[in-house]
């Protein structure tokens, strides 16, 4: 079992950041790759970034590449999202992932644990 405790969210105006954190514990031996992915009312989960542990590289969806950037500590097994000049269309449940598999990891099936969902609220 793998569980994940996300924090971070919250409610911001227009230009400000946040950072999200997400905190693996359990059996982490399993976990090669952690994510992001997001949902807002109506609509799909959309992937923003990954990382993968064993090589530490990192994936970012092109709709947030320059804005988005995941990070980790290893020592803590904490993965990071970084979000810069949000904007009210960042507005959304943010949700941490992790997964067995190195491949797809833009595909929420890939992924088999998640956290509870973060509400991240950007307002003008």
């Known amino acids: 079992q793998v569980q994940l405790a996300e924090s971070g969210g919250g409610s911001v105006q227009a230009g400000d950041s946040l950072r999200l954190s997400c905190a693996a514990s359990g059996r982490t031996f399993s976990i090669s790759r952690m994510g992001w992915f997001r949902q807002a009312p109506g609509k799909e989960r959309e992937f923003l970034a990954a990382?993968?542990?064993?090589?530490?590289?990192?994936y970012h969806a092109d709709s947030v590449k320059g804005r988005f950037t995941i990070s980790r500590d290893n020592a803590k097994y904490t993965v990071y999202l970084r979000m810069n000049v949000l904007v009210p269309e960042d507005t959304a449940v943010y949700y941490c992932?992790?997964?067995?598999?190195?491949?797809?990891?833009?595909?929420?099936?890939?992924?088999?644990?998640w956290g509870q969902g973060t509400q991240v609220t950007v307002s003008s």
């Open positions: 990382f993968t542990w064993s090589s530490g590289r990192t």
């Open positions: 992932a992790a997964g067995g598999a190195y491949w797809d990891y833009d595909q929420a099936r890939t992924y088999d644990y």
